[in-house]
């Protein structure tokens, strides 16, 4: 079983829709989730962050952690073309140098117009 | 956020030869960078970890002696390809992180295509 997994799409959704994009991991130890937005040929940019359990809004972006159920997700509100990217969670145990981030293989999204 | 810069965007080369990237964080100091590398839909897989002044330390299965990774400052770090063949053709990409900070803020990446 992998550490972090999420489904790669990809999924394509109308504008306006609400996009909900989700990854389940194996590790209960993990403690920071971080989502990232990745456009094409481009590094990734990191859009949420979070520490344990709970929602954070930040605009139309909503980032949920259940760590009982080793789920998080990330919900965009009225979603526009540009948001169409690929979609990274990110999970890490700790804040030390030590601690490496552990990406999921991405969801591929495209808003259509 | 933070900006990391990479250089150069995109860099072709013939099989046999040495390429180096440079990754600089602009506006903080990286006491730790990441170099990641990234095939066609798939995710990053973490190449090594370097801590400013120290050795880098590599991912298993990463050729130390293939991909030198040099941390000279807290605002520059160097990945060389030595004798760069098609296979390391790649997407690589670097990350910053400062002192006691979670959060990785990355670059825009390297596109290196070897013929």
């Known amino acids: 079983q992998k550490e972090v997994e999420q489904d790669p799409g990809p999924l394509s959704v109308p504008e306006g829709a609400i996009v909900s994009l989700n990854c389940t991991y194996s590790?209960?130890?993990?403690?920071?989730f971080m989502w990232y937005r990745q456009y094409s040929r481009k590094g990734p940019e990191l859009l949420m962050y979070?520490?344990?359990?709970g929602n954070k809004e930040d605009g139309r972006f909503t980032a949920q952690v259940d760590k009982s159920s080793k789920y998080i997700s990330l919900f965009i509100r009225d979603s526009q073309p540009s948001d169409s990217a690929t979609y990274l969670c990110?999970?890490?145990?700790?804040?030390?140098?030590?601690?490496?981030?552990?990406f999921g293989p991405g969801t591929s999204l495209s808003v259509i117009p | 956020g933070a900006v990391v810069s990479q250089h150069p965007s995109r860099v072709i080369c013939k099989s046999g030869t040495s390429v180096k990237i440079e990754c600089r964080s602009l506006?903080?100091?990286?006491?730790?960078m990441f170099w990641y590398r990234q095939f066609p839909k798939q995710s990053l897989m973490l190449m090594a970890t370097?801590?400013?002044?120290?050795?880098?330390?590599?991912e298993q299965g990463v050729e130390k002696d293939k991909f030198l990774i040099n941390h000279a400052s807290l605002t520059l770090s160097t990945l060389t390809v030595t004798s760069a063949h098609p296979e390391d053709s790649s997407f690589y990409i670097c990350?910053?992180?400062?002192?006691?900070?979670?959060?990785?803020?990355f670059g825009p990446g390297t596109r290196l295509t070897v013929l």
């Open positions: 506006d903080f100091q990286a006491t730790t």
């Open positions: 979070t520490y344990s359990s």
């Open positions: 990110a999970m890490k145990l700790g804040i030390t140098s030590y601690d490496k981030v552990i």
């Open positions: 370097s801590n400013e002044g120290s050795k880098a330390t590599y």
């Open positions: 590790n209960s130890a993990f403690q920071y």
């Open positions: 990350s910053a992180r400062g002192t006691s900070e979670v959060q990785q803020f």
